[in-house]
């Protein structure tokens, strides 16, 4: 099994801290971010009857841990400039650099929506990540919603997207209803023709949410994806979950062409709440046994509004020809199993907001 971690840039580090220092003496300007650390400990299955040892790896892990600058001006006229930078930190040292952009962008806001150009996260992503209640930890959903697999788990295009050129609006809410469309010229910012748009819509009460989304990969790859999902709170009990089904070409992105869902589960009691989720993706098009289940299950306590800590454990089960891998989104350490390998860990984390 092989760990990976991401990687950042130092020099945004100073550029960063340097804003910080001089933006907090403005008006309307506020330093912002989160903590997220865990400890990992992850156990790979075995397929070679030669080494019937499963090979382990403990990690700490330091996980969409962001600092920020965010600010605003009143225009007048029923409208506020917007602005934000905002930036991933890798709080556990690994790696030759300390930075990678999180969303950043500057743009307009008044009762007519918001109108923003810069890096941020799609629409088709944020919607996955609002039903996500496992996001950036061992068990977050994305090792198997909006990926394809081909052997390559870090590899290749996929549908968790924090789009770089792209310009986006967000509509007002209206009676509940809210909906949002982004377009990218070039969405990997590597001065490739790679257009991509998305869109949502979503339906939002205190008792329920429900909606759904759709990106358009065409000029990447030839594939296009739909996601629809929601939630239902019912007192201490929350239930919510996502089908997505991807539509790969046949000679671009046939590892995308695929159908996949996730569903969870949480109740909260005091300051604890209890969480279950699983997810999974079926073989794509013209292969087999490729599909993959996850199992996740945790336990978090609130040590304050913006303080947590948590215990989960999750098991992620390759069929023979898959290559999936934990922590594949959003997780500082990416566990990747050789090919048709199961893989499980367990992770106890802190959170911070600030």
Not at 104 to 130: C, E, Y
Not at 182 to 203: F, K, M, N, P
Not at 236 to 255: A, K, N, W
Request: net charge negative; with cysteine; proline share 3%.
């Amino acid at each position: 099994m092989k760990v990976t971690g991401t990687r950042h840039c130092t020099a945004a580090l100073l550029a960063a801290t340097a804003l910080a220092v001089a933006g907090a003496a403005a008006a309307d300007v506020e330093i912002w971010g989160q903590a997220h650390l865990s400890l990992d400990r992850v156990n790979d299955s075995f397929t070679d009857p030669g080494d019937p040892t499963p090979e382990s790896q403990t990690r700490f892990s330091s996980n969409t841990s962001i600092l920020g600058l965010r600010g605003s001006e009143d225009l007048g006229d029923d409208s506020r400039l917007v602005w934000q930078i905002a930036q991933v930190i890798n709080m556990d040292g690994t790696g030759d650099m300390s930075f990678t952009t999180f969303n950043s962008f500057a743009g307009l806001t008044g009762s007519w929506g918001r109108a923003i150009v810069g890096i941020h996260d799609t629409p088709f992503k944020m919607f996955n990540d609002q039903l996500n209640p496992f996001a950036a930890t061992l068990g977050d959903n994305r090792t198997i919603m909006g990926t394809g697999d081909r052997g390559q788990p870090m590899q290749g295009t996929h549908y968790n997207v924090r789009a770089r050129n792209v310009a986006m609006y967000t509509t007002p809410n209206l009676n509940g209803f809210q909906g949002m469309v982004a377009y990218s010229t070039d969405y990997r910012g590597q001065d490739r023709d790679e257009d991509i748009w998305s869109a949502s819509i979503r339906y939002t009460t205190p008792q329920f949410q429900v909606g759904l989304a759709y990106e358009d990969h065409d000029e990447v790859d030839g594939s296009k994806a739909l996601r629809l999902g929601g939630r239902v709170n019912l007192g201490q009990f929350q239930i919510g979950g996502v089908y997505e089904t991807i539509d790969g070409d046949s000679t671009d992105s046939p590892h995308l062409d695929r159908d996949a869902w996730s569903l969870w589960g949480a109740y909260r009691t005091g300051p604890y709440t209890l969480r279950a989720l699983y997810a999974t993706v079926d073989s794509y098009s013209g292969s087999s046994d490729t599909g993959a289940d996850l199992w996740t299950v945790g336990i978090w306590r609130n040590l304050s509004e913006r303080t947590n800590v948590y215990a989960l454990y999750a098991a992620l089960n390759n069929e023979d020809n898959s290559q999936r891998a934990l922590g594949r989104f959003g997780h500082g350490e990416h566990y990747i199993p050789e090919l048709g390998d199961n893989v499980a860990g367990v992770s106890l984390g802190l959170f911070h907001r600030f």
